[in-house]
């Protein structure tokens, strides 16, 4: 046996004679994600589940729950676990403090971890990683959640020499995002979009890569809280993925597949679907009517006023916890804030353990808005989760001179990404993205993220 398997949410089995990788190995059923709020919407075939269990190697691209899955990862302590070399090196520290052996693959430097397999791992500044697997000749481009983040140029170099290659890579809209937001008037603003179909989105991303066939990939899960069911209401369906996707450069392969790296064929896995649970939040530890405890606001406290780049800002962040107000002034410009109403219990969990992006992404905690567009515009998003709790820098001081260390690492390509990127956030400050205008605007920006 010898090729790839897909199944699950964002898991990748190499095999070669046997299982030999295994990428962000989330088992679902009992094993949930976000604090409960997130399952995945298939059962793992019971070959396909001895198979991730079997594998050698165990890589891990980055800290979110449905990749680096807490309850899943204690299943591989016997395993080699592959981390990419990031910045700061929280989740390596985490993991050997778990007694995890971990392995770190040096940036875009190929390793060869069987006879027929051999792999290439590149890191980016939002603390997420991508993996090129070759088997036998064939390339696999696991971008996972990631966008390439200023090294798309490269990995296009490295397409090129390939005959044969498949790009997996997570696109669409909705529910896999922070989408449980408000304005001041009470409404729920609508999620993000491209102002693309998913199908052309995921075409056009290829064809610019140079890939052959695409794989749906890292955009499978569903909501089973009483308090985050009704995002279900945005999961994208599989039938989306052929929803204006452009087949003339490109083939569309079906999630959930094995790949025959010995003769190119495609065998369907068909894993069982799994409706959506209703389960209260109680079952997960959370009162929505409990209040902070003593002590919480110091922990609170403390861990915003170490976000120094928010005094940029936000004037204060408010914490509605049973139901009543907790302020933090951030010292920022006025009138302009965020006010999260989130159970107690996980609200100090992701606190304390510096994760608070689950929080968002669970999409059981209520956010409004106050002054400001969104979380993306300004980048809060971006400096309280994949800056200052997991890339460990908090000042503008530490944010610099991480941001040269991936700088040095990726060259002009980044430089480039990053100014595109500003632009775009700077541009969007003006347009909310209830908008008329902001699908366009965001169609501007997807043209503009072109591959060298």
Known sequence: MLGVTTIGNATLIAHDDKPVLVTDPWLGEEDHAYFGSWNLPHLIPPQQKQDILQAEYVWISHYHPDHLNPLSIEKFKNRIILLGDH???????????????????????????SKNIKILCVTDYLQD?????????????????????????????????????????????????????????????????????????????????????????????????????????????????????????????????????SNGQIEKINPTAVPPGCIDPKEFGDDWGEPLQKGDRAILDEYWGRKKLLKDELSFVNFRVGGVDNFIDIGGPKNKGVTFEVPRNSLMEATKHEYFDDLLIGNFMKTTL???????????????????????????????????????????????????????????????????????LKNIYFRLRSVA
């Open 87 to 113: 910045v700061g090196q929280r989740l390596s520290k985490g993991l050997r403090e778990l007694g995890f052996k971990i392995q770190i693959l040096k940036d875009k430097t190929w390793v060869d971890i």
């Open 129 to 261: 990683s991508l993996l090129l697997v070759d088997i036998n000749g064939k390339l696999f481009v696991n971008l996972n959640d990631s966008g390439g983040c200023g090294h798309l140029g490269f990995i296009k170099n490295i397409i090129k020499q390939y005959d044969e290659s498949y790009l997996l890579k997570a696109v669409g809209y909705g529910a896999a995002d922070m989408i449980n937001i408000f304005d001041e008037q009470g409404k729920r603003l609508p999620p993000r979009i491209t102002g693309h179909k998913p199908g052309y989105q995921l075409s056009l991303f290829a064809e610019k890569l140079c890939v052959n066939h695409c794989i749906p990939f890292a955009n499978f899960a569903h909501f089973q809280r009483e308090d985050s069911f009704w995002a279900n209401e945005y999961e994208m369906p599989i039938s989306s993925y052929k929803d204006g996707f452009r087949e003339a450069l490109v083939e569309l392969i079906e999630p959930f597949v094995f790949v025959d790296c």
């Open 370 to 440: 106050h002054g400001i567009h969104s979380l993306h515009s300004p980048p809060i998003a971006t400096i309280v989760g994949n800056f200052a709790d997991n890339g460990l820098v908090e000042t503008k001081e530490e944010v610099a001179q991480y941001l040269n260390e991936y700088k040095m690492r990726a060259g002009p390509e980044l430089s480039r990404y990053l100014f595109e990127r500003n632009l775009m956030f700077f541009v969007s400050r003006f347009v909310p993205r209830h908008s008329r205008f902001f699908p366009m």
